[in-house]
């Protein structure tokens, strides 16, 4: 079974600090895994994803995410956050085997604020 | 790169009324579809699949149904709305090459307020 776990549903940080999101995930064979952003009333936006080489994956708006196979993480990041940053954060996972459906497994979120 | 298109962006409807949502792609060809519900602004809840015309999986029962007439169209349908058909609807398109870890992308997503 795969499954996608964010520990915390709210993050709070001040802008100008590092902020970190948290995502663990439970997959069979080797992940694929995604970070999206969602602003209230609007569709999810891809920020990155993980395939496979570097564990640390660079993606939009300065999010990078480090991905850890021993402890099947994969935690977004960004050095100095923005105010502009608040929003809901979904971490999804793929199994890399399987067939051309491509269905994700989203976990439940994780609503980020940053105050100024 | 894909866009997704949805409408309507909002709508209320009364119980028991029908239901027709509608989702359309450009950018790219023969793309696996995808029906989201979102309830309280949280968990994404995938409602319907399709990998092609006329082909679409039903992940929970309920009173909602789906239709793909055409590559790139989606189509969320009710014939009889509940009250809690409520929600935020998003429509997604991924990529079908097999192995291939194509992301999804989503559309702008129709508000749904069943009265």
């Known amino acids: 079974a795969q499954s996608v776990a964010q520990p915390e549903d709210q993050v709070n940080v001040a802008e100008g600090n590092p902020l970190t999101v948290k995502c663990t995930y439970s997959v069979s064979g080797n992940p694929y895994l995604f970070w999206y952003v969602q602003y209230p009333n609007r569709g999810l936006q891809f920020l990155l994803k993980y395939i496979t080489g570097d564990n640390l994956v660079k993606g939009s708006y300065g999010f990078e995410a480090e991905f850890n196979k021993s402890q099947t993480s994969f935690h977004l990041k960004k050095p100095s956050a923005l105010v502009s940053d608040s929003a809901l954060y979904f971490c999804a996972v793929r199994d890399s085997r399987g067939s051309t459906l491509g269905r994700l497994y989203f976990g439940r979120g994780t609503q980020l604020t940053v105050w100024p | 790169s894909q866009t997704i298109h949805q409408w309507p962006a909002t709508l209320v409807q009364p119980v028991g009324s029908p239901l027709s949502l509608e989702c359309t792609v450009e950018?790219?060809?023969?793309?696996?579809l995808y029906w989201y519900r979102q309830a309280a602004g949280r968990g994404l809840q995938l409602l319907f699949y399709?990998?092609?015309?006329?082909?679409i999986s039903s992940e929970v029962p309920q009173n909602l149904s789906a239709s793909r007439p055409q590559d790139r169209q989606f189509i969320l349908s009710s014939k009889k709305l509940l009250l809690s058909d409520s929600g935020f609807y998003l429509c997604?398109?991924?990529?079908?090459?097999?192995?291939?870890?194509?992301?999804?992308?989503f559309g702008p997503g129709t508000r749904l307020t069943v009265t």
């Open positions: 399709s990998v092609g015309i006329g082909q």
């Open positions: 997604a398109s991924g990529g079908r090459v097999y192995g291939e870890a194509y992301e999804q992308y």
């Open positions: 950018g790219t060809s023969n793309p696996n």
